[in-house]
């Protein structure tokens, strides 16, 4: 069964490599900085030598992922150009050589302001603000930079038909805007944030604006020296260089002519060059600072799993995910491709255009023909990557890839509801029409490298067998390490956890995302239970496996451990709480140090940390929540009340918090204002059936049972296998004189847990005779 969810709510964003290939780490000179004193020396020194690199760079993406704002660099009308949305007017203008906007600013009021920056180049080009504090702001609106002809060359919002006013943490001079937290480390080559908790303020530095040489290579003050010949020159291993990217080197990919698909001619050794592109191209919130070049991503950055927010079942992108965590689901991965087999590295440009680019490793007789695409040679439908890579579209504009490289699946799209290739072109026609042609054209519906779909969908709604079928594909090493990893951290919300064989395999898997899960998943079991099997990874060679176990055994005392464990729990845990520092500048950040701290039960530490999340975001549901829940444990429910009713005040549509207010009311025999606000909750966010089934429990308890089950029978219809609405619907049922339907959703019940002793017992009970109709 699953875990019932806790009222606190928990965010954490402190938020992948092999173990084996990260124990090599320490002795592998080719992925090993030559010198900890290495320093940056800047792109034009690079050219000196490195014209031909410097060229493709120019021009590029990275070259121009940020620039001062001149005539040279701004793409955008500011010619008295305006634009209205949402009853605001902005207006674009020239005062002497700068660009400026008067547009709404933080107090909701028009102002002028100057752009400093522009953010990116195509296919639209954001622009940034200068604020005080030492903050730069990206403002909502943006150029289109495609031609006309395309829709292009227009100003638009990137919150279209949205009102986002001053108030809201999207508005431009909001926390969700800030170029400093969110979007800097990738657009900067050594970026440091700098950011002042106490002052609360930036003094963020970067050794170049742009995406420039040594923000992939390195620093490169050794190679400098070794070029020139110069000081300890002959000491420096792969010529002075930071991180050696040459496993592409020497590499050859024939094509057998049995199977029309090439093999690599030497197995790839490590994932140096896909972990160092990761940085960037992944979803992942930053956990450390001091990268050095050539270690793995978790090392600094906590890779996101395939969670149904960020990820469709299937693994396909849903939210903003990049590149990474798509192409390590791909056959292409587990076969040895890496970034640059397709990319060229400086220009970022594709190797060769169209399917000549797919026909460096795949046969074109067998491929780019009709007999395999089924599409007339030459259109869209003909084009590998339509098929294979399709696009989701972004910040309006802005199709991109999904990398997972897959099979169309539009079987799938029936059974799951999963997006597919042929409907995104064939949008007038249903997926049943689709997955016929396709069984039509291959006399059946292929399965593809990615076979989890199915998996991570019955583990997302509770479907029956599921956390059956989660252990198996956690077992399954044929399958992409990050699907393993996310079926093991969806095992968090079931009972019972994992066997211990399976606790013990995740502990020592080759994969740091599988590591880092299975902390997870031992996360809403008692601690102390955990501890001895989760202790290894508390010396995991991998930083965000490290803070992931000290944020799961947070709490427990030193005692429990022997005394080499007690060193490394306490060094992760300061690890976990330097992370938190890190981005001291977000809500978030807090909430978690406040949540560490109120389980170490250190209450002031905790108080002080989740009231400043509240300072920094006041809309900051999350923080509101857990400070009441925090009162509550103090009994000072009154203050608790106030913090609740103050975030309605500016959230007022907030399910959370008309939750948690209402359950505060319940304690308070408050009924008829906490059956409002249990209502409330439930109306609001239909789709968390935790909120519905608390609030037929609470019209249960003030004798409205025929609501109760009305409500509860209507939620099922949504959420058919919530076990709590399932189990307290038989209750309902059986009180109010019904135990021939009570009996009804009792074998629902067991057909979800046809193990739970519980639930053997509630139909032995309703199966008596006397309870027979």
Known sequence: MRHPVAIAIVVAIVLVARWKWVSAFAADSSTRPTMLSAKFVGAADCANCHEQENSRWRGSHHQLAMQPASDSTVLGDFNRASFHNADITSTFSRRGSKFMVRTDGPDGALH???????????????????????????????????????????????????????????????????????????????????????????????????????????????????????????????????????????VAWPIDPATGNARRSSSRQSEREIQMCARCHARRGQVHEDYVHGQPVGEDYRVALLDEDHYFPDGQIKEEDYEYGSFIQSRMFRAGVTCSDCHEPHSSALRASGNNLCMQCHSAQKYDSPKHHFHKVGSAGAQCVECHMPTRTYMVVDPRRDHSIRIPRPDLSVKLGTPNACNNCHADKVAQWASDAVIKWYGRAPEGFQRFAQTLQAGSTGAPGAQQSLERLVADREQPAIARAAALSMLAVYAPPPTDSAIRAGVADDSALVRRATARALSNTDPAASASTLAPLLSDPIRSVRIETAEVLAGLPAGDFS??????????????????????????????????????????????????????????????????????????????????????????????????????????????????????????????????????????????????????????????????????????????????????????????????????????????PQNRR
Request: with cysteine; proline share 4%; glycine share 6%.
């Open 563 to 768: 005394q080499n464990v007690t060193a490394a729990f306490a060094r992760a845990t300061d690890e976990y709480v330097s992370a938190q520092q890190l981005n001291a500048d977000r809500p978030e950040a807090h909430l978690n140090l406040g949540l560490l701290y109120a389980k170490q039960n250190h209450f002031d530490k905790a108080e002080a940390e989740l009231k400043t999340a509240l300072s920094l975001d006041p809309s900051f549901a999350p923080a509101a929540v857990n400070l009441a829940d925090l009162y509550r444990a103090l009994n000072r429910d009154q203050e608790g009340e106030r913090v609740l009713k103050d975030a309605i005040n500016r959230a007022p549509n907030d399910a959370s918090l008309e939750h948690a207010l209402g359950l505060l009311m319940v304690r308070q025999k408050r009924t008829a204002p906490a059956l409002d606000m249990l209502a409330a909750a439930a109306r609001n966010e239909p789709a968390n059936a935790r909120y519905v089934y608390v609030y037929a429990v609470a019209l249960n308890d003030a004798g409205q049972t025929k609501a109760a089950i009305q409500t509860l029978e209507s939620s099922l219809k949504t959420h058919p296998y919530d076990r709590d609405s399932l189990s307290a619907l038989v209750t309902f049922l059986e009180q109010s004189g019904d135990p021939t339907k009570a009996l009804t959703y009792a074998k629902r019940l067991d057909e979800l847990e046809p193990g739970n002793p519980e639930v053997h017992r509630m139909l032995e009970e309703l199966n008596q």
């Open 112 to 250: 002028d302001y100057e752009i400093r920056y522009t953010f990116g180049v195509y296919p639209l080009q954001q622009y940034l603000i200068a604020m005080p504090g030492g903050r730069l702001q990206a403002f909502g609106i943006a150029w289109d930079s495609r031609p006309s002809e395309r829709g292009g060359q227009r100003w638009f919002s990137l919150y279209p038909g949205q009102r986002i006013t001053y108030r809201d943490s999207r508005h431009w001079t909001g926390i969700d805007q800030n170029w400093n937290y969110m979007c800097a480390d990738c657009h900067s080559t050594n970026l440091r944030k700098n950011y002042d908790s106490r002052a609360r303020t930036f003094a963020t530095t970067y050794a170049e604006i742009d995406v420039a040489c040594e923000a992939c290579h390195g620093p490169g003050s050794n190679h400098v020296a070794w070029a020139k010949k110069e000081g300890d020159w002959k000491s420096f291993a792969n010529d002075g260089l930071t991180i050696a990217l040459n496993e592409r080197r020497g």
